[in-house]
């Protein structure tokens, strides 16, 4: 298995700490909004990672955190906590807001066929790591105080600090940066621990030796929990390139102070963002869609999994409605050829166990190698899936083959290809189920948001506002939905792809 290690910027081979057993810890998600498609790329490409390691045969220990508490709105230590933000956003309590985003989370990764964490850890459930490393910290030298406002690790005490990015430590200990925390003795040292600040009043707090009232700050969290779990050098950390300069700048640094170890990490993987018009979607710039977005339009999650493939990693990816109906298309080609080869198997009297096991025509393995090689490649699913396209359309091998390589690239793929008929019924069902007809009839089963675009339609016409109708109408097909006018009214078709 090849991958690219950031702090070398090489692609290495990869070679455990332990043989045969790989520590592997996701930064997770921040549970104070939903969970949108740009989470959804990073950690279906952590999942092909982990299930790629796991079929190269090591033993893989997956861990991954729940940001539930100290991540602010700015990596500057500024502004409010996100998890009041959303508290305040949904008029809810931290606690409710952190369940429902969580549950939400872990919803979205199941429809997208990710697997589970072997474990995954809340960091309000591990304040008292977190405390004691900042202890430690403090022992060692690297912390100091500032009044009515934190802990804060000195990243001049720390001489590697800033590597792995390739920062320009001397400016930004000079206060190149501009300077947001006053007392700051360099504007890259960071908050260890934060404490609440007059009339603030927030809802998670916690003692602590320097203060009544206050929290762990953001990095510190996932330092606390990964070596926990994972010992005090583990094998690999995986987030979003935007972690790079700060966050994982930071966990290294205040991991390697504590143990006096390095590195801290073997290898660094980092995934690039999905864009949407051309800008990072994300939680904060509010223009993000989400599962549920994906499949009210009639999409399956697995034809999203599979547009994923046809990205690196490491690459940015702009997200497209367009791009998902074809993918939509090719995922039902794909599934009705594996329903045709499964009986077509059946037919010569196999069983479906045998399917997957008979394998052994020459050509046949070549494919299968170029898929798996492909992927320990540094994760080049692009590559990947063209070797899919190449089996599914392959007029010299038998169907027996085809149907087992198939099976055995959705061991990483997880496209729901062993359930092809019941996924295939699925969406069938929903594009007879879903046509809405007449929608004075029918319209509490539209979305409010859509309701409301016909309403305003229908006013529109009222007033002879044939401009106005006619950019609404545009506007329901944006969102998946067809008008008809009739003598009876507005009639609404979803569409689908
Ligand atoms: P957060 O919940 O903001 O802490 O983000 C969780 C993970 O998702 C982090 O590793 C982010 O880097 C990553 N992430 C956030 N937005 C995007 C995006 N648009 N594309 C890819 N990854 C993202
Ligand atoms: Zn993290």
């Given at each position: 298995m090849k991958l690219y290690n950031?702090?070398?910027?090489k692609i290495e081979e990869f070679i455990p700490?332990?043989?045969?057993k790989v520590g592997l810890y996701a930064c997770g998600f921040?549970?104070?909004?939903?969970?949108?498609?740009?989470h959804l790329r990073k950690y279906t490409m952590d999942d092909?990672?982990?299930?790629?390691?796991?079929?190269?045969g090591y033993d893989v220990n997956f861990i991954q955190n729940i940001t539930d508490v100290g991540h602010l709105a700015s990596d500057e230590d500024t502004g409010e906590d996100k998890l009041e933000k959303g508290a305040k956003k949904y008029g809810k309590s931290v606690w409710d807001v952190a369940k429902e985003f969580e549950d939400y989370f872990f919803r979205s990764m199941d429809l997208m066929g990710n697997l589970r964490p072997d474990k995954s850890t809340r960091a309000t459930e591990h304040i008292e790591e977190q405390l004691n490393l900042v202890k430690t910290l403090k022992e060692k030298g690297y912390t100091y105080v500032i009044d009515g406002d934190g802990v804060y690790f000195d990243t001049s005490k720390f001489p590697e600090y800033g590597k792995m990015a390739g920062l320009d430590l001397k400016r930004q200990q000079e206060?190149?940066?501009?300077?947001?925390v006053v007392g700051k003795r360099n504007s890259s040292d960071f908050a260890l621990w934060k404490f609440e600040r007059e009339g603030e009043n927030r809802a998670m707090i916690w003692e602590s030796p320097w203060s009544k009232r206050s929290f762990p700050g953001w990095h510190v969290e996932c330092s606390a929990m990964s070596m926990k779990y994972l010992g005090e050098q583990f094998d690999i950390h995986t987030g979003g390139i935007d972690h790079i300069p700060v966050h994982h700048t930071n966990e290294i640094a205040q991991s390697e102070a504590a143990t006096g170890k390095s590195p801290f990490v073997k290898y660094w993987v980092h995934h690039n963002f999905l864009k949407v018009d051309g800008t990072k979607m994300s939680k904060s710039l509010g223009n993000f869609y989400t599962i549920d977005d994906v499949m009210e339009r009639g999409f399956s999650p697995r034809a999203l999994r599979l547009l994923f493939m046809t990205a690196h990693?490491?690459?940015?990816?702009?997200?497209?409605?367009?791009?998902l109906v074809g993918m939509q298309k090719s995922y039902e080609r794909l599934l009705k050829i594996v329903v045709d080869l499964k009986k077509n198997v059946l037919e010569s009297e196999k069983t479906d166990e045998k399917l997957v096991a008979d394998f052994d025509g020459n050509l046949a393995t070549k494919f299968?190698?170029?898929f798996f090689t492909a992927l320990s490649e540094n994760l080049n699913t692009a590559q990947a899936l063209a070797v899919l396209w190449e089996v599914m359309k392959s007029d010299e091998l038998s169907n027996s083959e085809k149907l087992s390589l198939l099976l055995a690239f959705d061991e990483v793929f997880q496209l729901d290809l062993k359930q092809a008929e019941q996924v295939l019924e699925k969406i069938k069902f929903n594009k007879l189920g879903d046509t809405t007809g007449n929608f004075s009839g029918e319209m509490n089963d539209l979305p409010e948001e859509i309701q409301q675009i016909l309403l305003d339609r229908e006013t529109a016409r009222k007033n002879n506002d044939w401009g106005q109708s006619d950019a609404l109408r545009d506007l329901l097909l944006k969102k998946g939905y067809k008008v008809l006018d009739s003598s009876e009214g507005q009639k609404l078709e979803k569409l689908h792809f």
């Open positions: 950031t702090p070398t910027k700490i332990d043989d045969g921040t549970v104070y909004d939903f969970t949108h498609l740009g092909v990672l982990i299930r790629t390691l796991k079929h190269e206060g190149a940066r501009v300077e947001k990693y490491q690459s940015e990816m702009n997200f497209t409605w367009e791009n299968k190698d170029k």
